[in-house]
């Protein structure tokens, strides 16, 4: 069965440094999300990604983040300069047949 | 605003029967999803209503009356490996952006 898949797993990084973090979503499907998990809190939507351009984001997408999709399979999520409060899970999902298939997450500690 | 109300916290025993409820107030609405979270792990979809009624997959069914802003995610025959984080969405717009609830801890106890 496919599956969205992230990598890292884990990453831990410095206040003030960049980080990428990636993602493959399903192969067939045309829109992507990013959304981030505070532990203990809710999943809160971070952007949405269609036809190779932001199609909506939130209050918390500032000029800090950005999203790429490079090639035709990898979909980026890139924060410039990691702040403490930037510490969560980050998952990336993708949408097929009104279901939105999650990825692992990426587990972001900024220290 | 947008906000997604459900009970933080259920507790139910092995073999029975568990109701979560959701109300919802949001400025857009596409359909309820609910989805299940283990440990901090990736929201596993359960169930997505966007009419009014009950859908059933197997021991989970979801229910939806958009007049009232409410649905409701039913567990049957309980098992110690649904104890969960169940979370209600609302997708908020056609792009699909799901807006999600606080969650509710389910312990299923023997």
């Known amino acids: 069965e496919p599956e969205v898949t992230q990598t890292p797993s884990h990453q831990v990084t410095q206040m003030g440094q960049e980080v990428i973090l990636r993602c493959v979503p399903i192969?067939?499907?045309?829109?992507f999300y990013w959304y981030r998990q505070i532990l203990g809190q809710k999943v809160e939507f971070l952007v949405s990604f269609y036809n190779n351009e932001i199609s909506e984001k939130s209050e918390i997408f500032d000029d800090q983040f950005s999203v790429e999709r490079p090639d035709g399979s990898n979909f980026t999520l890139k924060i410039r300069s990691t702040k403490l409060e930037d510490s969560a899970m980050y998952f990336c999902?993708?949408?097929?047949?009104?279901?939105?298939?999650f990825g692992p997450g990426t587990r972001l500690t900024v220290l | 605003g947008q906000s997604l109300e459900q009970p933080s916290e259920v507790t139910a025993v092995e073999g029975a029967i568990v109701q979560i409820n959701c109300t919802y107030q949001t400025s857009g609405f596409y359909g309820l999803s609910w989805y299940q979270q283990h440990d901090g792990g990736a929201p596993t979809f359960l169930s997505y209503n966007g009419l009014d009624g009950l859908e059933e997959t197997g021991r989970f069914s979801s229910f939806l009356s958009r007049s009232d802003s409410y649905g409701y995610l039913l567990l049957q025959e309980l098992q110690m490996k649904d104890s969960a984080s169940y979370f209600c969405a609302v997708r908020g717009n056609q792009g699909g952006k799901l807006i999600f609830g606080q969650g509710t801890e389910l312990s299923v106890k023997p």
């Open positions: 192969s067939n499907h045309l829109y």
């Open positions: 999902a993708s949408v097929g047949n009104n279901e939105q298939f």
